[in-house]
């Protein structure tokens, strides 16, 4: 079973910048992708970015393109979100999700674990 745990969330002004990290334990070596979703008050859980676990390539919803950045680091079983030009837009809870089999990297039931989330608000 895997654990995901969120870190880094907290307030900024619009403009500023914030990283997210995410750290996975139990049962990760089978891991195929890891991804970030964020849920606003009253609205559905929606795609923010993906990342092949193993080539380390990028997937963006076109919202944050330019400005968000995922990364992982496979030793440390770890997936990071840097967040730039923050926009008050960006305001939700932003979580952690894994998978350990191929399929749309978009869709937040293609994957079967996740965190319990972290607060991110931004100001304007």
């Known amino acids: 079973q895997v654990q995901l745990v969120e870190s880094g969330g907290g307030l900024v002004q619009a403009g500023g910048s914030l990283r997210l990290s995410c750290a996975a334990s139990?049962?990760?070596?089978?891991?195929?992708?890891m991804g970030w979703f964020r849920q606003g008050p009253g609205k559905e859980r929606n795609f923010v970015a993906a990342i092949n676990w193993s080539d380390g390539y990028g997937y963006y919803d076109d919202s944050v393109r330019g400005r968000f950045t995922i990364s992982r680091d496979n030793a440390k079983n770890t997936v990071s979100l840097q967040m730039n030009s923050l926009k008050p837009e960006d305001t939700a809870v932003y979580f952690c999700a894994s998978r350990d089999y191929a399929g749309d990297y978009f869709s937040a039931h293609e994957y079967n674990y996740w965190g319990r989330g972290t607060q991110v608000t931004v100001s304007s």
């Open positions: 139990g049962g990760t070596f089978s891991t195929y992708a």
